[in-house]
Nanobody, 123 residues
Framework: VQLQASGGGLVQPGGSLRLSCVASGGTSSSYGMGWFRQAPGKEREFVAAISWSGGTTRYADSVKGRFTISRDNGNNAVYLQMNSLKPEDTAIYYC?????????????????WGRGTLVTVSS
């Protein structure tokens, strides 16, 4: 499965962005999907994840209440709506596919990584 993320860009603090990820070359509808991010000089970290059905979601404490993950299995897509963005949200965001049906919250659970899309929050 190949994952193609898009929607990153430059946004002012307090603004919003919506990231999209489309899976191709295989099925993603039976697996959990998620987003991780890596800021300059920092380790890659979990952001948000969703189960195969969309019925279960998980968020990092740092984004809870501001970010929303969703999916459209008919289009093999997963989305990340990011509101009230802060400068510390600046990072490369990676779309991921889990090895299992649950929401992937750790690197060890990831089967596939996308190439990433850059989000910059700055005035």
């Amino acid at each position: 499965v190949q994952l193609q993320a898009s929607g990153g860009g430059l946004v002012q603090p307090g603004g919003s962005l919506r990231l999209s990820c489309v899976a191709s070359g295989g099925t993603s509808s039976s697996y959990g999907m998620g987003w991780f991010r890596q800021a300059p000089g920092k380790e890659r970290e979990f952001v948000a994840a969703i189960s195969w059905s969309g019925g279960t979601t998980r968020y990092a404490d740092s984004v809870k209440g501001r970010f929303t993950i969703s999916r459209d299995n008919g289009n093999n897509a997963v989305y990340l709506q990011m509101n009230s963005l802060k400068p510390e949200d600046t990072a490369i965001y990676y779309c991921t596919k889990s090895r299992y049906y649950g929401p992937p919250t750790a690197v060890a659970l990831i089967a596939s990584w996308g190439r990433g899309t850059l989000v910059t929050v700055s005035s």
